[in-house]
């Protein structure tokens, strides 16, 4: 009798463990389909967010203006945005673009002209001698340069190529997220309470201090070092289209990357200087080297005003961040992985030391149970 019991309950559970595996694996398809429909979505919507959640301060601030007109305080702020960001990206992405195809049809053509090195390159440290001769070759015979230089320039010219190929949709990228920050901040309570209400019910009751803790960590980082990497780009890069420098974007956006990975833009600047030394008037090339100075050491009293707004979060991960996300994802990987690995330690730290985060961002330990 003991037997037919024990069996009888053998078979039950053996019917009900293959019941929730069907479940399981029924919902874990119907999550990966979701998934994949909602993939090209993710990274416009990861954007948005961020998006929304730095420029929520000054939402809320253009609402209280507004008489409390949450929308119509959205679609200003959205133009705003638009306008600011938008307009250089696309100016700077059209005139990559157009260099790096202007200059393909010139080497086709066999009518691209280099200037001479100007004097005293050839007494450069470690680089000078090399530089030196591979730049007059250059100027005086381009196919022997290409020719000879062949194998180290091709990754360089892929990659030129690659970066001005999506130039144009990281501008159409920026501008959906710009377009749906624009609608969730339209709905900021609506998205809030969502936020709350999830974090609630996967961190228990100090969810709602955590979204806070979440905001200020990428208020934090989106302002204190990317919106100063943007700032850099976009001036130089500016700058740059006004004295006429080929490929303005391509070299604004290696200013960019160099900006969030924590590198002075100098190490793009500098050389671009003695470029518009040798082709633009003394006067011209004078002012742009005072101007190319001053977009160099402008971070020194951007950051501080920036970074004191939110949650300190240590350099490395930023850097590590960035070069990860960029790894994953390219330039839009860059903005992305960093604020995302900072999001990460910022929660990993507060959930490690037992600590629950205020509503400005600080951490402060969780209460001793009685």
């Given at each position: 009798?003991?037997?037919?019991?024990?069996?009888?309950?053998?078979?039950?559970?053996?019917?009900?463990?293959?019941?929730?595996?069907?479940?399981?694996?029924?919902?874990?398809?119907?999550?990966?389909?979701?998934?994949?429909?909602?993939?090209p979505?993710?990274?416009?919507?990861?954007?948005?967010?961020i998006?929304?959640?730095?420029?929520?301060?000054?939402?809320?601030?253009?609402?209280?203006?507004?008489?409390?007109?949450?929308?119509?305080?959205?679609?200003?702020?959205?133009?705003?945005?638009?306008?600011?960001?938008?307009?250089?990206?696309v100016?700077?992405?059209?005139?990559?673009?157009?260099?790096?195809?202007?200059?393909?049809?010139?080497?086709?053509?066999?009518?691209?002209?280099?200037?001479?090195?100007?004097?005293?390159?050839a007494?450069?440290?470690?680089?000078?001698?090399?530089?030196?001769?591979?730049?007059?070759?250059?100027?005086?015979?381009?196919?022997?340069?290409l020719?000879?230089?062949?194998?180290?320039?091709?990754?360089?010219?892929?990659?030129?190529?690659?970066?001005?190929?999506?130039?144009g949709?990281?501008?159409?990228?920026?501008?959906?997220?710009?377009?749906?920050?624009?609608?969730?901040?339209?709905?900021?309570?609506?998205?809030?309470?969502?936020?709350?209400?999830?974090?609630?019910?996967?961190?228990?009751?100090?969810g709602?201090?955590?979204?806070?803790?979440?905001?200020?960590?990428?208020?934090?980082?989106?302002?204190?070092?990317?919106?100063?990497?943007?700032?850099?780009?976009?001036?130089?890069?500016?700058?740059?289209?006004?004295?006429?420098?080929?490929?303005?974007?391509?070299?604004?956006?290696?200013?960019?990357?160099?900006?969030?990975?924590?590198?002075?833009?100098?190490?793009?600047?500098?050389?671009?200087?003695?470029?518009?030394?040798?082709?633009?008037?003394?006067?011209?090339?004078v002012?742009?080297?005072?101007?190319?100075?001053i977009?160099?050491?402008s971070?020194?009293?951007l950051?501080?005003?920036?970074l004191?707004?939110?949650?300190?979060?240590?350099?490395?991960v930023?850097?590590?961040?960035?070069?990860?996300?960029?790894?994953?994802?390219?330039?839009?990987?860059?903005f992305?992985?960093?604020?995302?690995?900072?999001?990460?330690?910022?929660?990993?730290?507060?959930?490690?030391?037992?600590?629950?985060?205020?509503?400005?961002?600080?951490?402060?330990?969780?209460?001793?149970?009685?």
């Amino acid at each position: 009798m003991t037997h037919s019991v024990k069996a009888e309950e053998d078979r039950a559970f053996v019917n009900r463990a293959v019941e929730a595996a069907i479940r399981i694996g029924l919902l874990a398809g119907i999550t990966l389909w979701c998934f994949y429909i909602v993939k090209p979505f993710v990274m416009p919507v990861l954007w948005a967010i961020i998006f929304a959640v730095a420029l929520f301060p000054i939402f809320r601030w253009l609402k209280s203006k507004l008489g409390g007109r949450g929308g119509l305080a959205a679609t200003v702020l959205t133009l705003v945005a638009l306008g600011i960001l938008i307009v250089p990206i696309v100016m700077l992405s059209t005139s990559t673009i157009g260099s790096v195809q202007a200059m393909t049809k010139e080497i086709e053509a066999g009518t691209l002209a280099v200037p001479p090195p100007p004097e005293g390159v050839a007494e450069w440290p470690v680089v000078g001698e090399r530089l030196s001769v591979a730049w007059t070759l250059a100027a005086d015979n381009l196919q022997d340069f290409l020719s000879r230089y062949r194998e180290q320039l091709l990754p360089i010219w892929g990659w030129m190529a690659a970066q001005a190929a999506g130039a144009g949709a990281a501008a159409l990228l920026f501008l959906l997220a710009i377009l749906i920050a624009g609608l969730l901040m339209a709905k900021a309570d609506g998205a809030v309470a969502a936020a709350n209400s999830l974090a609630t019910r996967i961190a228990g009751e100090d969810g709602a201090a955590k979204v806070s803790m979440a905001g200020a960590t990428i208020r934090s980082v989106v302002q204190g070092v990317l919106g100063v990497a943007v700032i850099q780009s976009l001036a130089a890069g500016i700058g740059m289209l006004v004295v006429g420098v080929p490929g303005a974007g391509l070299w604004a956006g290696l200013i960019l990357i160099l900006a969030v990975v924590q590198l002075p833009p100098i190490f793009v600047m500098g050389p671009v200087i003695l470029y518009v030394f040798t082709s633009a008037s003394t006067g011209t090339a004078v002012l742009f080297l005072i101007f190319g100075l001053i977009v160099s050491v402008s971070d020194t009293f951007l950051k501080p005003l920036f970074l004191g707004r939110g949650v300190a979060v240590p350099m490395p991960v930023i850097l590590i961040g960035a070069i990860g996300g960029m790894m994953m994802s390219g330039v839009v990987g860059l903005f992305a992985g960093a604020v995302v690995l900072a999001l990460g330690y910022q929660l990993t730290i507060a959930w490690v030391q037992g600590e629950a985060p205020t509503v400005d961002g600080s951490v402060e330990p969780e209460p001793t149970p009685a």
